[in-house]
């Protein structure tokens, strides 16, 4: 078991060091226009995963070693943490597992230009959801040597697993590999200037800010209503004033919160 | 999307005053929230006055929005009348105006569902204050949880996006959860909080599957190109299930038979005026997306129409809902549980107002938007009697407790039994002209189906049906209120303002009872832009 986590950090640590590094040479690619980014996808493509992208350069250049390294270490790290996440008997390392795959995610919208979603990847999925994750296997607090005990697991189920896995995957790859063929984007793929209009920040920002501004605003204030009803329904009850209420309930020496709080 | 620039510039300032009701409602409970922070005291009765100015002013902005809008036929008054009287109101002349990208629209559907909000805040905040303070869950939230929960019914009312429907529809949803469970001493409060959440979560998932779908199928969000586009694809599956899922989260939202097991426990369990609220507030807020997702945008005849539309599936569920709410309202004791039957069948009397809409009735419509305004006032009037009767730890819901209460508090009394007379759809109360216009317009319905099918004469038949089996339930209670000896004391409320908003609304509903015609004109120079 200690052996596992031992590689665990380490993957964590190299994803940690992967997703520090990236966006670093994003932003160089931003600078010298190189298409450095861009053609990172390339090798992909020849896979029929990702469509590939031109530089704005019209002979596009050859993705850089550099990139490939990259590309192919959070690739791997992702489908590896991913693996692990449905074989490790240990809940916490399977949750721990799935956080490296979504930092690796994270670099891969990185390196598609797509940064929002990539620091929404990291603060949504990679901190407060598997926070949540962890905090509720913690909670349920099983022996750590212990498996789960699961009921499928008979050959009935497995076999029905994994044919619906390989089925899901063939046809993954297959219509993948039709649109892409279809759309014709492994070979023309969006030009810098659209792959710069759909996924930055600038991107998100100036439809968040125009055409989906109402709905914008309408989020916060819905939010606002979640704070207001999560501190009204927890807060700790009143005192309740008047002699009247002795009859009313046993509620009536709880402590009073008028501090201010909120 | 090189356009932050051109959109700042087509913005008009001057839009905002379209906005004016939902600005002034968020800003009133910001301010409610402020003010509640920074008060010193403990009891926090006063907001209630905040809350009430704020909505006065939400009165006042509808009214410039409303005049801002312009007039249909300016200065025409015979037009008016001609569509009082069944006539199709010219189609052309209906002001709107499309606001940001085409998030929003603003139309007088949408400021006459703004009043109808704003009616059933002011009753609300009236009563929930003191009734609030005698059961001893006093808290000042209330009233900004009240006025944002209108807000977001105001933005599903001007919701021309699927994006926007779901937004108010959440806003709405969100406060009143919290609301229901704000009774925190009551396991009854906790219990209908959770039930009304998980049904409500699970809609919500239903409903943004079902836009998720209509937009793949469509490719817009927009309920304008929505209605364009469906025509062409009104068959295709995806479409269909889309559609359907829509329904039925709408369904949860306005407890239609059979998505409705939440609402009877629901509405026992909340504190009494927010029953009214749900009851009132969130089931016009439903129906105006109904209506204009529904009624207008997929209102083409294509997509009502034959047994994969939408129309012959409101048109069952509106016969399930009628039938089986007031069938079970038939054996309730606790009148808290018979108003939330009752309010189910009543869903069921209005989806006949959207089927009508969609099969092309013109005067479907203002008749919804009337049956709404008069329920309003009827169902929180309702409410607001039962709140006003019970005292701390004695709530007298039972049937029992109300024998005699015609000889010892008359006026309550009188106000009740008109409540149950418009709910009932006895004549001279606003509930019969809210029935009388739907039944119209489902009749208008059928001649524009040109006697194909009897569907809608039948839908008619089995509402009228429906409404003499309600008058058992309703009348029981006017019954033990005046034939039967008093039981036990009572010691109701002793509240200006609940004494306020009962005599209003029972005011209200008589006078729309008597002089209908004034609150139809408005209702029928209502229509959705567009």
Redesign the interface.
């Known amino acids: 078991m200690t052996r596992v986590r031992v590689i665990l950090a380490a993957l964590l640590a190299l994803g940690l060091t992967v997703l520090c590094v990236a966006p670093a040479l994003a932003a160089d690619g931003d600078g010298d226009r190189a298409g450095v980014n861009g053609d990172a996808i390339a090798p992909a493509a020849a896979n029929g995963e990702l469509p590939a992208i031109s530089g704005d350069s019209p002979a596009p250049q050859k993705p850089g070693t550099r990139d490939l390294i990259i590309f192919w270490t959070v690739g791997g790290l992702a489908i590896l943490g991913a693996l692990a996440v449905i074989t490790r008997k240990n809940p916490v390392t399977a949750v721990m597992c799935l956080v490296g795959t979504f930092l690796a995610l994270a670099v891969v919208y990185i390196m598609l230009l797509a940064h929002f979603l990539a620091v929404i990847q990291v603060l949504v999925y990679a901190g407060a959801i598997m926070v949540l994750f962890v905090f509720v296997v913690m909670i349920i607090n099983r022996e750590e040597s212990d498996a789960w005990e699961l009921s499928w697991k008979t050959w009935i189920g497995r076999g029905v697993g994994v044919a619906a896995g390989v089925f899901l995957a063939v046809r993954f790859i297959t219509i993948l590999a039709r649109s892409t063929r279809v759309l014709g984007l492994s070979d023309a793929g969006w030009s810098r200037e659209e792959m710069q209009?759909f996924g930055t920040t600038r991107?998100v920002g100036?439809?968040l800010?125009?055409?989906?501004?109402?709905?914008f605003e309408?989020?916060s204030?819905?939010l606002?209503?979640?704070v207001?009803?999560a501190?009204?329904?927890a807060r700790p009850?009143?005192?309740?004033?008047d002699a009247?209420?002795a009859?009313?309930?046993p509620?009536g020496q709880a402590k009073p919160d008028?501090g201010?709080a909120? | 999307m090189n356009g932050w620039k051109d959109s700042l510039g087509n913005f008009d300032p001057n839009a905002l005053m379209y906005q004016l009701p939902f600005l002034l409602i968020v800003g009133f409970g910001l301010l409610v929230l402020v003010l509640e922070a920074f008060s010193k005291g403990s009891s926090k009765r006063w907001l209630m006055w905040v809350a009430v100015v704020g909505i006065a002013a939400g009165f006042i902005g509808a009214y410039l929005a409303w005049k801002k809008l312009g007039v249909m036929v300016p200065g025409d008054a015979q037009v008016v009348l001609d569509i009082a009287r069944g006539a199709a109101p010219p189609s052309t002349d209906i002001p709107y105006r499309e606001l940001f990208d085409g998030m929003l629209i603003f139309d007088r559907f949408g400021v006459f569902m703004n009043i109808v909000f704003l009616v059933g805040a002011l009753l609300t905040v009236l009563l929930v204050a003191d009734y609030m303070k005698e059961h001893g869950f006093e808290f000042g939230e209330v009233f900004a949880l009240i006025l944002f929960a209108t807000a977001g019914m105001m933005l599903l009312a001007a919701a021309n996006d699927l994006i926007t429907v779901f937004l108010g529809l959440e806003t709405m949803s969100l406060a009143v959860y919290v609301l229901t469970g704000s009774w925190r001493r009551s396991p009854k409060s906790a219990e209908a909080a959770m039930k009304y959440f998980l049904m409500g979560a699970f809609a919500t998932g239903l409903l943004l599957y079902g836009i998720a779908l209509i937009y793949g199928v469509t490719g817009a969000t927009n309920l304008h190109t929505i209605a364009t586009e469906a025509p062409k694809v009104g068959s295709n599956p995806l479409f269909l299930i889309g559609v359907f899922l829509v329904i039925v989260a709408f369904g949860f939202k306005i407890a239609a038979v059979p998505f409705h097991m939440w609402a009877p426990d629901a509405y026992e369990g909340a504190p009494t005026p927010v029953t009214a609220f749900m009851a009132a507030g969130v089931k016009a807020a439903a129906f105006a997306g109904l209506l204009r997702f529904f009624g207008h945008a997929l209102g083409n005849e294509r997509l009502v129409w034959g047994p994969a539309g939408w129309g012959s599936l409101m048109w069952l569920l509106a016969i399930v809902t009628m039938t089986l709410g007031n069938l079970s309202a038939l054996r309730q004791d606790n009148i808290k549980r018979m108003l939330a039957y009752s309010s189910i069948a009543h869903a069921g009397y209005l989806l006949i107002g959207v089927v009508a809409a969609g099969f092309g009735a013109k005067t479907a419509q203002p008749a919804v938007l009337f049956y709404l305004l008069a329920y309003t006032f009827t169902t929180i009037g309702a409410f607001g009697v039962v709140a006003w009767l019970g005292n701390r730890g004695d709530e007298r819901l039972l049937v029992d407790d109300w024998a005699g209460l015609g000889s010892r508090h008359p006026a309550a009394a009188m106000a009740m039994t008109i409540f149950m007379l418009s709910l009932a759809g006895m004549p001279p109360t606003a509930g019969f002209f809210g029935k009388f216009y739907i039944f119209r317009a489902a009749m208008e319905a059928h001649q524009q189906l040109a006697g194909q099918t009897g569907m809608m004469m039948a839908l008619v038949v089995i509402a009228v049906v429906n409404s003499l089996i309600s008058v058992y339930y309703y009348l029981r209670i006017v019954m033990a209120m005046y034939f039967r000896e008093p039981a036990r004391e009572t010691s109701p409320l002793r509240s200006p303002a609940v004494a306020l908003a009962l005599i209003g609304s029972a005011l209200f509903v008589l006078q729309m009872g008597l002089l209908p015609s004034r609150y139809l004109d408005m209702a029928t120079q209502s229509l959705i832009g567009r």
Do not use: N
């Open positions: 209009h991107a100036e439809l800010f125009t055409r989906y501004l109402v709905p309408a989020v204030l819905l606002l209503i979640a207001i009803g501190l009204v329904l009850h009143e005192k309740v004033g009247a209420d009859a009313g309930s509620a008028k201010g909120h």
